[in-house]
């Protein structure tokens, strides 16, 4: 396997999240100083009434990516350029449709939400330009699946970094010139714009080095097509599924609650995407191994990789249990922590979910779309009913009690079972891991309930920074001692990554030596 691309979908991955992360540290705050509480617990909302905009595209970047890939890997150069002109013929219409269905929602969203938008500063103008953004936004993600299935993965980690920094100097720049809730849609077009040119000029010169010709032809594109029967009805029940949390929440609870409720959820939404986008970047590498008939090597890999992912979203889960509370007051202040109630059940969400996620996407990867997307209509239709009824009930404890089954039952559990079904996940090595999960969440548990009761006796309450920074310093410790002392598999795998490591710097020195 082609390692310095997965080093460059890494890049592309974990760079895209993190900048994020960093753009949501610094803007939210400002968000809070410069646009009015309510008007931005309506954008919140209403801007997940336009993301149904993106129901229009079935997947087609995704699919693309494990098309081409497989393709490449296979040497098939001329069903390659088809199904890059396919991809492009898709993208057009996509556009054209995403851009018709947000102006209809723009007309339906005070009926849905029930409040009149006109009544809050610049929030219909901002909902206008949204539109745009999100229709360039899903051209950029077939563009970027394109380059991704081709190997080129460099220019889409670079437009990705580059145009997340000119969202961040377009919103506060516009922030600070008092264009409040515009700022935000504004920044977002900016960025869209920017990124599908880059990956578009990146394209062409990979083509071009490829020898590979774009061809369009109608007979392909139909088949092409059918390939998103099960998507696309996968795609709208789970898309409006995704979106219904903070619409049913807009119709039950005050708009000042919605920004307390995303205050506590975006910190662990982040990470979440941080650590989901390990998987996604593994996947056009198993895609292409697919092709070439690699069966031992695709095994080995999502082995390998599972179990580095796990700890990493146990490690992160335990850390957010007993440091969240600081970290929210440090973030945006007193007052906007949503008790241990919510945020335990957010984090115990977080941490099924990215299993499930994983599992999902070694299985798309390798090319089951249909039971994926079969999968993700049942995932929908449940949560989108139970979503509305649960919270009409029982507010955002409902809510969050439905996405926490839904993760668990669905996502956790069939997801799984559908890999070791298609052969890629050794059921010894399942129920291992389960034993090691077994020992090592309930002595990290205590361990980290100590440390935190440790520190916030000697540590002034105030403090918040420092007590965060020395409870995560100390836990860090003693998780990964516990780990390294329980997992005998993982502490051999890093003896030989180090005994390699020193004995290639030992001849790189006796080289130098020589000479």
Same mark, same amino acid.
């Given at each position: 396997?082609?390692?310095?691309?997965?080093?460059?979908?890494?890049?592309?991955?974990?760079?895209?999240?993190?900048?994020?992360?960093?753009?949501?540290?610094?803007?939210?705050?400002?968000?809070?100083?410069? @646009?009015?509480?309510?008007?931005?617990? +309506?954008?919140?909302?209403?801007?997940?009434?336009?993301?149904?905009?993106?129901?229009?595209?079935?997947?087609?970047?995704?699919?693309?990516?494990?098309?081409?890939?497989?393709?490449?890997?296979?040497?098939?150069?001329?069903?390659?350029?088809?199904?890059?002109?396919?991809?492009?013929?898709?993208?057009?219409?996509?556009?054209?449709?995403?851009?018709? #269905?947000?102006?209809?929602?723009?007309?339906?969203?005070?009926?849905?939400?029930?409040?009149?938008?006109?009544?809050?500063?610049?929030?219909?103008?901002? +909902?206008?330009?949204?539109?745009?953004?999100?229709?360039?936004?899903?051209?950029?993600?077939?563009? $970027?699946?394109?380059?991704?299935?081709? %190997?080129?993965?460099?220019?889409?980690?670079?437009?990705?970094?580059?145009?997340?920094?000119?969202?961040?100097?377009?919103?506060?720049?516009?922030?600070?010139?008092?264009?409040?809730?515009?700022?935000?849609?504004?920044?977002?077009? &900016?960025?869209?714009?920017?990124?599908?040119?880059?990956?578009?000029?990146?394209?062409?010169?990979?083509?071009?080095?490829?020898?590979?010709?774009?061809?369009? %032809?109608?007979?392909?594109?139909?088949?092409? @097509?059918?390939?998103?029967?099960?998507? $696309?009805?996968?795609?709208?029940?789970?898309?409006?599924?995704?979106?219904?949390?903070?619409?049913?929440?807009?119709?039950?609870?005050?708009?000042?609650?919605?920004?307390?409720?995303? =205050?506590?959820?975006?910190?662990?939404?982040?990470?979440?995407?941080?650590?989901?986008?390990?998987?996604?970047?593994?996947?056009?590498?198993?895609?292409?191994?697919?092709?070439?008939?690699?069966?031992?090597? @695709?095994?080995?890999?999502?082995?390998?990789?599972?179990?580095?992912?796990?700890?990493?979203?146990?490690?992160?889960?335990? &850390?957010?249990?007993?440091?969240?509370?600081?970290?929210?007051?440090?973030?945006?202040?007193?007052?906007?922590?949503? *008790?241990?109630?919510?945020?335990?059940?957010?984090? #115990?969400?977080?941490?099924?979910?990215?299993?499930?996620?994983?599992?999902?996407?070694?299985?798309?990867?390798? *090319?089951?779309?249909?039971?994926?997307?079969?999968?993700?209509?049942?995932?929908? =239709?449940?949560?989108?009913? +139970?979503?509305?009824?649960?919270?009409?009930?029982?507010?955002?404890?409902?809510?969050?009690?439905?996405?926490?089954?839904?993760?668990? &039952?669905?996502?956790?559990?069939?997801?799984?079972?559908?890999?070791?079904?298609?052969?890629?996940?050794?059921?010894?090595?399942?129920?291992?891991?389960?034993?090691?999960?077994?020992?090592?969440?309930?002595?990290?548990?205590?361990?980290?309930? @100590?440390?935190?009761?440790?520190?916030?006796?000697?540590?002034?309450? !105030?403090?918040?920074?420092?007590?965060?920074?020395?409870?995560?310093? $100390?836990?860090?410790?003693?998780?990964?001692?516990?780990?390294?002392?329980?997992?005998?598999?993982?502490?051999?795998?890093?003896?030989?990554? +180090?005994?390699?490591?020193?004995?290639?710097?030992?001849?790189? !020195?006796? $080289?130098?030596?020589? %000479?």
């Amino acid at each position: 396997m082609n390692v310095k691309v997965l080093k460059w979908n890494f890049v592309f991955q974990y760079g895209y999240v993190i900048t994020n992360i960093i753009n949501s540290i610094i803007l939210l705050p400002l968000y809070l100083k410069r @646009i009015d509480a309510s008007t931005l617990g +309506l954008w919140l909302a209403t801007g997940n009434i336009l993301a149904w905009m993106t129901l229009a595209d079935p997947g087609v970047g995704d699919v693309l990516q494990q098309k081409i890939a497989q393709l490449r890997g296979k040497n098939e150069v001329i069903n390659t350029g088809l199904t890059i002109g396919s991809g492009l013929m898709a993208s057009l219409g996509i556009l054209l449709i995403s851009v018709m #269905a947000g102006f209809v929602f723009y007309f339906l969203i005070g009926h849905i939400i029930n409040k009149d938008v006109s009544a809050y500063d610049g929030l219909q103008t901002a +909902l206008l330009i949204s539109i745009i953004a999100t229709g360039m936004s899903l051209v950029s993600f077939s563009l $970027s699946g394109i380059n991704q299935g081709l %190997h080129n993965s460099g220019p889409v980690a670079i437009s990705s970094l580059t145009g997340n920094f000119l969202f961040l100097i377009t919103n506060v720049l516009l922030l600070y010139l008092g264009f409040g809730i515009i700022s935000i849609a504004f920044a977002n077009l &900016c960025r869209a714009l920017y990124i599908n040119v880059f990956n578009f000029s990146a394209l062409k010169i990979a083509l071009k080095k490829q020898q590979i010709t774009i061809r369009f %032809h109608t007979g392909h594109f139909k088949k092409f @097509i059918k390939i998103f029967s099960f998507t $696309s009805v996968s795609r709208i029940i789970g898309g409006v599924s995704a979106s219904m949390d903070m619409i049913v929440l807009a119709r039950f609870i005050t708009p000042s609650m919605i920004t307390v409720f995303e =205050i506590n959820k975006r910190p662990i939404q982040m990470t979440q995407s941080l650590i989901g986008r390990h998987s996604v970047a593994l996947m056009p590498l198993i895609s292409h191994a697919h092709g070439t008939g690699d069966e031992g090597g @695709i095994k080995s890999l999502i082995n390998t990789q599972f179990k580095y992912y796990v700890y990493g979203a146990m490690f992160i889960a335990l &850390c957010f249990c007993f440091n969240y509370h600081s970290l929210i007051t440090a973030w945006t202040g007193q007052g906007k922590y949503a *008790g241990d109630q919510v945020v335990f059940l957010l984090i #115990a969400n977080f941490f099924f979910g990215l299993i499930g996620y994983f599992m999902a996407n070694m299985g798309y990867a390798l *090319g089951d779309i249909k039971m994926n997307s079969f999968i993700n209509i049942i995932k929908g =239709i449940v949560s989108g009913i +139970l979503f509305y009824v649960m919270t009409s009930s029982y507010g955002i404890i409902g809510l969050l009690a439905v996405m926490l089954t839904v993760s668990i &039952c669905i996502d956790f559990i069939f997801f799984t079972f559908r890999l070791y079904k298609l052969g890629y996940l050794n059921l010894n090595y399942l129920r291992n891991s389960l034993v090691l999960w077994a020992k090592i969440i309930p002595s990290a548990t205590l361990a980290g309930w @100590i440390l935190s009761y440790f520190f916030n006796i000697i540590i002034p309450e !105030q403090m918040y920074i420092t007590r965060i920074l020395l409870n995560g310093f $100390s836990f860090t410790i003693f998780f990964a001692a516990l780990v390294l002392l329980l997992d005998l598999t993982l502490r051999n795998e890093i003896g030989n990554v +180090l005994s390699s490591t020193f004995k290639i710097n030992l001849n790189k !020195q006796a $080289s130098l030596n020589q %000479h």
